[in-house]
């Protein structure tokens, strides 16, 4: 009995070591997006983030996102077309967390359409991530040092109409999995320029 328990035990460790985490990008790693969009994965009919997982409390992270134009000054609206920088950052407000991690889609908000249009300008610091429903996102290549992600994404053609950009956040202890981990996420609604909202 006891041969069949530490095997047991054996098993299941080697098995939390070889499958693969989520500490490289939750859509690159199992294929999931995970921002709280319409369209994402869902747990009993909710959205599924990544405080479903990470969040023990620790850290009591705030996520915010802002689009930023050519002259460093967030907006509220876009100019079809034109290139943008949408920040993602994961605020702790207690602690010191060892990294951060991210994820973040911009869906039309007509028909919650998968907009394709970040740009993976920065390898070190975001990827680009496709998963099988077609659907792109942002995402941390591995745990950040830094707690803001930068993303080059292209506004939409004149006639999209509103979109929304979804993001979650972690700020992690570094142990390399889910506990004593912090997590938020949020969403940014931006109209086109010249629409009425």
């Avoid at 907006?75 to 994961?90: C, E, F, H, K, L």
């Avoid at 994820?103 to 998968?114: E, F, H, P, S, V």
């Avoid at 394709?116 to 429903?133: A, E, Q, R």
């Avoid at 109409?161 to 997590?183: E, H, L, M, P, R």
Wanted: aromatic content about 10%.
């Amino acid at each position: 009995m006891n041969t069949r328990l530490a095997l047991s035990l054996f098993l299941m460790l080697l098995l939390w070591v070889v499958l693969p985490g989520n500490k490289n990008g939750r859509a690159s790693q199992s294929g999931k997006g995970n921002t709280g969009a319409p369209g994402d994965q869902t747990l009993n009919g909710m959205p599924y983030t990544c405080a479903d997982c990470h969040d023990d409390g620790a850290f009591n992270p705030f996520v915010a996102i802002h689009v930023i134009d050519s002259s460093n000054t967030p907006v509220s609206q876009y100019i079809p077309g034109r290139q943008y920088i949408a920040r993602v950052t994961v605020n702790p407000s207690t602690g010191t967390p060892a990294g951060y991690g991210f994820q973040m889609i911009a869906l039309r908000d007509n028909g919650n359409i998968d907009l394709d249009g970040f740009t993976d300008i920065n390898p070190n610091n975001y990827k680009l991530t496709t998963i099988s429903n077609g659907r792109t996102y942002a995402e941390h290549p591995t745990m950040s040092a830094s707690d803001t992600f930068n993303v080059r994404w292209t506004a939409p053609a004149a006639g999209t109409g509103s979109v929304t950009f979804y993001a979650a956040g972690n700020a992690v202890n570094g142990n390399n999995n889910s506990s004593g981990d912090g997590a938020d996420y949020t969403s940014l609604q931006l109209f086109e320029a010249g629409t009425l909202s």
